[in-house]
């Protein structure tokens, strides 16, 4: 069964940067289209960026330019870059499948405030 573990969240200051790092089992997500997925409270959970298995990404306008999506499959991983966070990207995020299929890691919690 696939399993999703986000890690690397935390509090940072506006216009920091953070690494978020996901780490699947499973095999099979090597050859997965992924993203990272975002949900701030009181709202629905939101793609942020996603990675195709050749390498292509493609990012919300909200962080285009700020985040980068890259993967390791020799690490069964996906990572997301962010640099000058602001409150507005304070969230949990998730990675998975893009589109998103089956059962969502726990999240990693990003605070962004001063």
């Known amino acids: 069964q696939v399993q999703l573990v986000e890690s690397g969240g935390g509090l940072v200051q506006p216009g920091g940067s953070m690494r978020l790092s996901c780490v699947f089992s499973?095999?099979?997500?090597?050859?997965?289209?992924m993203g990272w997925y975002r949900q701030a409270p009181g709202k629905q959970r939101e793609s942020v960026a996603t990675?195709?298995?050749?390498?292509?990404?493609n990012y919300a306008e909200s962080v285009k330019g700020r985040f980068t999506i890259s993967r390791d499959n020799a690490k069964n991983a996906v990572y997301l870059q962010m640099n000058s966070l602001n409150p507005e990207d304070t969230a949990v995020y998730y990675c998975?499948?893009?589109?998103?299929?089956?059962?969502w890691g726990q999240g990693t919690q990003v605070t962004v405030s001063s």
């Open positions: 499973g095999s099979i997500l090597r050859f997965a289209d």
């Open positions: 990675i195709t298995i050749g390498g292509r990404t």
């Open positions: 998975n499948r893009y589109p998103p299929f089956g059962p």
